[in-house]
């Protein structure tokens, strides 16, 4: 019988598998912003330096010390110094990407009253803040830890004899480590901020004080012979607690613990706000 | 066929309030799988007392099962039993409307694949066929509607909690959304929660009512249009003493309501004094002699049936307690 002549019927489970909700959260999540042609631009925009950087090392690989003396520096180097540098690098794409994919992951639920709608359903509020945090978690990869890996491999693959299995071992784990940390860092705070109105914009506004203001400020303080302005370095301090596991100097004239500290804290400050603007309570407009 | 298991809803003593502002108090009772209405004016508690069945709320004191789950500790567990539909809101744009249903069908513990051929069936039930693929946004407001009660029904729920469903509607629409509430309650055996203001679709589509009033159950009896008790409404228009008719009129009736030289007052005809004729009759002649006796000039009387809308007002005004 017809689908439109049978009305209503009951569901028969099929007894496929059933993909946990933060999963289900997570992919609706990611996928929206895919189908956006100038995100995905912006993806491989954000490639670009580690082709920059492979083609530094192929040649590097191949010339020696003639391009040591053409494009020194840590930037372009194959140790875990090196690849946090180019991490440190990233942050421009990482402020565009993550607030682009993450600053209405919950504001646009506030506002349409979808918060009532996900709490109708059988999951918790770890599931829904899981599967919004590995969104930002994802897009935060996509530009750091992904093009990190690669270049790893490729590095290896160029002169095994460089860095020798450091490079498909333990900078790779070092990476994974400081990636994710630094990443569901940056996606409780984005999503903190996302919770706490139903404007995206200001979300906007309030994520580039953070991360491009508080960079500018901390060089403002550097400029005028004062260090202690790097302690609003928001993004900055994420990079200098990753130096700590990265074995490379301090990124900033700040302590990398006090960096650590500074990083912890912003993770509970984000989770106590979390707990507390994501409720199932309608908006009335 | 009806093939889901009967499943009961049992509220025990619950009590909830808002910032020490209490919005509901001390509310108990027991529902079998049919369809109730519940009633109450704004800020009454029915919108709290459906999130407290979702479990949204911290349920303590008091206690919420659906059929054997209790809501303060297996509230996931238990809404996959729950299909609720908000008033406001509850679509989530960027999605088309069968994406939008097959989101909710995962989210509610559905394999991928059953939840979009799932998503199929219930919008083609609910009359969006055609429109499926359209983005969610675009839809009218009517649309929403049944977009929304395909988002609660996608998982096969036991109970339907809605909340203002005929909210925006025109006429055919809502017609349309009764009669599908109409089908799940009374032909496919789904147990409907349904919230309103408007009377008339409880006496459409429930078989009980549940009146709220700040926060407190008051009431709960069955729905038969037209016939609620032996109880009859008197509207007089007329001149001369209204005050002290009135006054009179309120020993005789069981509500009375003045708007200007419109007087309206519900008579119980069972607790008339016994005498000669129709209890209607005795009930006419009681109205004039009162009339007579303080100097009131009835121009017209008409008598009609209660309605449930007599009944309501009655209820939770608190003016005529």
Same mark, same amino acid.
């Given at each position: 019988m017809p689908v439109h002549e049978r009305g209503?019927?009951?569901? $028969?489970?099929?007894?496929? #598998?059933?993909?946990?909700?933060?999963?289900?959260?997570?992919?609706?999540?990611?996928?929206?912003?895919?189908?956006?042609?100038?995100?995905?631009?912006?993806?491989?925009?954000?490639?670009?330096?580690?082709?920059?950087?492979?083609?530094?090392? +192929?040649?590097?690989?191949?010339?020696?010390?003639?391009?040591?003396?053409?494009?020194?520096?840590?930037? *372009?180097?194959?140790?875990?110094?090196?690849?946090?540098?180019?991490?440190?690098?990233?942050?421009?794409?990482?402020?565009?990407?993550?607030?682009?994919?993450?600053?209405?992951?919950?504001?646009?639920?506030? #506002?349409?009253?979808?918060?009532?709608?996900? +709490?109708?359903?059988?999951?918790?509020?770890?599931?829904?803040?899981?599967?919004?945090?590995?969104?930002?978690?994802?897009?935060?990869?996509?530009? *750091?830890?992904?093009?990190?890996?690669?270049?790893?491999?490729?590095?290896?693959?160029?002169?095994? *004899?460089?860095?020798?299995?450091?490079?498909?071992?333990? *900078?790779?784990?070092?990476?994974?480590?400081?990636?994710?940390?630094?990443?569901?860092?940056?996606?409780?705070?984005?999503?903190?901020?996302?919770?706490?109105?139903?404007?995206?914009?200001?979300?906007?506004?309030?994520?580039?004080?953070?991360?491009?203001?508080?960079?500018?400020?901390?060089?403002?303080?550097?400029?005028?012979?004062?260090?202690?302005?790097?302690?609003?370095?928001?993004?900055?301090?994420?990079?200098?607690?990753?130096?700590?596991?990265?074995?490379?100097?301090?990124?900033?004239?700040?302590?990398?613990?006090?960096?650590?500290?500074?990083?912890?804290?912003?993770?509970?400050?984000?989770?106590?706000?979390? #707990?507390r603007q994501i409720k199932p309570v309608e908006v009335v407009v | 066929m009806t093939e889901t298991i009967a499943s009961?809803?049992?509220?025990?003593?619950?009590?909830?309030?808002?910032?020490?502002?209490?919005?509901?108090?001390?509310?108990?009772?027991?529902?079998?799988?049919?369809?109730?209405?519940?009633?109450?004016? $704004?800020?009454?508690?029915?919108?709290?007392?459906?999130?407290?069945?979702?479990?949204?709320?911290?349920?303590k004191p008091g206690q919420v099962h659906v059929g054997d789950l209790d809501m303060a500790r297996q509230a996931p567990a238990g809404r996959r039993r729950l299909g609720w539909m908000p008033e406001r809101g509850g679509i989530i744009p960027g999605h088309s409307g069968v994406g939008l249903v097959a989101y909710m069908g995962e989210l509610s513990g559905m394999p991928r694949q059953d939840a979009m051929q799932r998503a199929h069936e219930v919008l083609h039930f609910v009359g969006l066929k055609d429109e499926r693929y359209r983005h969610c946004e675009t839809y009218s407001q009517g649309m929403r509607q049944r977009l929304k009660l395909a988002c609660a029904l996608v998982h096969d729920p036991e109970w339907l909690l809605l909340d203002e469903p005929t909210s925006g509607l025109d006429p055919a629409g809502r017609v349309a959304m009764l009669e599908l509430v109409n089908d799940l309650a009374g032909r496919k055996g789904l147990g409907v929660i349904l919230s309103t203001h408007l009377l008339a679709d409880v006496e459409?589509?429930?078989?009980?009512?549940?009146?709220? #009033?700040?926060?407190?159950?008051?009431?709960?009896?069955?729905?038969?249009?037209?016939?609620?008790?032996?109880?009859?409404?008197f509207e007089i228009t007329g001149f001369g003493g209204e005050e002290d008719f009135v006054a009179a009129l309120r020993r005789l009736a069981v509500n009375v309501e003045q708007d200007g030289r419109h007087i309206t007052a519900v008579i119980d005809l069972d607790t008339l004094p016994q005498g000669e004729g129709a209890a209607t009759g005795r009930a006419v002649r009681a109205v004039l002699e009162l009339a007579q006796a303080h100097d009131y000039a009835p121009r017209r009387l008409r008598r009609r049936p209660v309605t449930l809308a007599d009944e309501f007002y009655s209820l939770v005004n608190p003016e005529d307690d």
């Amino acid at each position: 019988m017809p689908v439109h002549e049978r009305g209503y019927t009951h569901w $028969n489970p099929s007894g496929a #598998r059933v993909d946990p909700p933060w999963l289900v959260i997570a992919r609706r999540g990611l996928l929206a912003p895919l189908k956006n042609r100038w995100m995905l631009m912006l993806l491989f925009g954000a490639l670009v330096p580690a082709i920059v950087k492979a083609a530094i090392v +192929f040649f590097k690989a191949k010339a020696g010390q003639f391009m040591d003396l053409a494009v020194g520096g840590e930037w *372009t180097s194959v140790t875990p110094a090196g690849f946090l540098s180019f991490v440190e690098h990233q942050r421009f794409f990482v402020f565009l990407i993550t607030v682009i994919v993450g600053a209405g992951l919950i504001a646009r639920d506030k #506002r349409d009253n979808g918060l009532s709608l996900y +709490f109708s359903r059988p999951i918790s509020l770890l599931d829904y803040l899981g599967g919004k945090t590995l969104v930002v978690l994802a897009a935060y990869a996509a530009v *750091t830890l992904l093009p990190s890996l690669l270049l790893c491999l490729f590095a290896y693959l160029v002169d095994p *004899t460089a860095a020798g299995l450091d490079l498909l071992l333990l *900078t790779p784990l070092r990476l994974a480590v400081i990636s994710i940390f630094t990443g569901v860092g940056l996606s409780l705070v984005l999503l903190a901020l996302s919770s706490l109105g139903t404007r995206t914009v200001l979300v906007v506004v309030w994520w580039a004080v953070l991360c491009l203001g508080g960079e500018a400020i901390g060089n403002l303080g550097d400029g005028i012979g004062l260090d202690s302005f790097q302690y609003v370095n928001f993004l900055g301090h994420w990079h200098n607690a990753s130096s700590l596991l990265m074995s490379a100097p301090a990124r900033l004239p700040v302590p990398p613990a006090a960096s650590l500290l500074i990083c912890l804290a912003s993770i509970a400050g984000s989770l106590a706000i979390l #707990r507390r603007q994501i409720k199932p309570v309608e908006v009335v407009v | 066929m009806t093939e889901t298991i009967a499943s009961t809803i049992r509220v025990n003593r619950l009590t909830f309030a808002y910032h020490r502002e209490p919005a509901l108090r001390d509310v108990d009772f027991s529902l079998q799988q049919d369809a109730v209405g519940l009633l109450g004016p $704004n800020g009454s508690g029915k919108t709290t007392l459906l999130r407290a069945l979702l479990g949204q709320i911290d349920i303590k004191p008091g206690q919420v099962h659906v059929g054997d789950l209790d809501m303060a500790r297996q509230a996931p567990a238990g809404r996959r039993r729950l299909g609720w539909m908000p008033e406001r809101g509850g679509i989530i744009p960027g999605h088309s409307g069968v994406g939008l249903v097959a989101y909710m069908g995962e989210l509610s513990g559905m394999p991928r694949q059953d939840a979009m051929q799932r998503a199929h069936e219930v919008l083609h039930f609910v009359g969006l066929k055609d429109e499926r693929y359209r983005h969610c946004e675009t839809y009218s407001q009517g649309m929403r509607q049944r977009l929304k009660l395909a988002c609660a029904l996608v998982h096969d729920p036991e109970w339907l909690l809605l909340d203002e469903p005929t909210s925006g509607l025109d006429p055919a629409g809502r017609v349309a959304m009764l009669e599908l509430v109409n089908d799940l309650a009374g032909r496919k055996g789904l147990g409907v929660i349904l919230s309103t203001h408007l009377l008339a679709d409880v006496e459409a589509t429930c078989n009980e009512i549940l009146v709220l #009033r700040e926060g407190r159950l008051l009431e709960r009896h069955a729905v038969a249009p037209g016939d609620v008790g032996g109880k009859q409404v008197f509207e007089i228009t007329g001149f001369g003493g209204e005050e002290d008719f009135v006054a009179a009129l309120r020993r005789l009736a069981v509500n009375v309501e003045q708007d200007g030289r419109h007087i309206t007052a519900v008579i119980d005809l069972d607790t008339l004094p016994q005498g000669e004729g129709a209890a209607t009759g005795r009930a006419v002649r009681a109205v004039l002699e009162l009339a007579q006796a303080h100097d009131y000039a009835p121009r017209r009387l008409r008598r009609r049936p209660v309605t449930l809308a007599d009944e309501f007002y009655s209820l939770v005004n608190p003016e005529d307690d």
